[in-house]
């Protein structure tokens, strides 16, 4: 009899540590969230040289963007830029060319889950461009006439590396489209077309909330 009862005891506290178990298991939720849409907000910085009608000309872009899923990115981006053109005008005045535009940023990417991305940005927008008056003195104005509307259009090839969730780096190629120019005659430029190559940084968060395998309920 006393066998009996030990076993039943045994039995007992197995049953006890079992149900035990059950309840803590009970206790959260396990989940594979990676097939969720992350987001990104970012702000970058970027340098480019280039040519505007074979003259070295370079450039500066600042932009701040919405990264959807590490796939697609919009926002806004802004350029300036200088062109040393360094023609002699009939005013025997060195005139340089100078301006800035922006617009509407779009960049589709590819492979966006890996260390390295491919991406294929575009800018559409608008400025304005002028030529630099520079005198024997150095001093440099931009007369109100000289200043000149244009639109552009910039299509590019961009490598991505992404050093952290936080940090993404991009070096690349563009050609910049525009409207014609109505310039000084004497200096016989009708636009701002040409290719230009690149490198910038990225700071933000690129995958906003981690991967989640188990949360408590």
């Known amino acids: 009899m006393k066998h009996y009862s ?16 059950q309840e803590t298991e009970t206790d959260y939720i396990e989940f594979n969230d990676r097939k969720n849409t992350v987001h990104g907000v970012y702000l970058g910085l970027s340098f480019h040289y280039g040519t505007i009608d074979k003259a070295d ?8 963007a919405y990264v959807a899923n590490q796939q697609f990115e919009i926002g806004f ?12 005008g009939t005013d025997n005045l060195n005139r340089d060319l100078a301006g800035f535009y922006g617009g509407l940023h779009l960049e589709p990417i ?3 889950k890996s260390k390295f991305n491919l991406s294929l940005p575009l800018l559409i927008g608008g400025g304005a461009v ?12 931009i007369e109100e006439d000289d200043w000149k509307g244009v639109f552009v259009a910039e299509p590019g090839v961009n490598v991505l ?21 109505n310039l000084r005659p004497e200096y016989n430029i009708s636009n701002i077309n040409g290719f230009s190559a690149g490198i910038g940084v990225k700071l933000g968060v690129f995958n ?5 395998y188990k949360q408590n309920l």
């Open 110 to 112: 590819f492979f966006g």
């Open 161 to 181: 590396y992404n050093i952290s969730r936080y940090i993404q780096l991009e070096a690349g190629i563009k050609y910049r489209f525009s409207s014609k120019l």
């Open 57 to 64: 000309t370079y450039a500066s872009s600042f932009k701040v």
């Open 77 to 88: 981006i802004g350029t300036g830029f200088y062109t040393d053109l360094n023609r002699l």
């Open 208 to 212: 906003m909330g981690r991967n989640r």
């Open 6 to 21: 030990i076993l039943l005891l045994l039995i007992l506290i197995s049953s006890i540590n079992m149900l035990s178990g």
């Open 130 to 141: 002028g030529l630099l008056n520079e005198d024997v003195f150095n001093d440099v104005t």
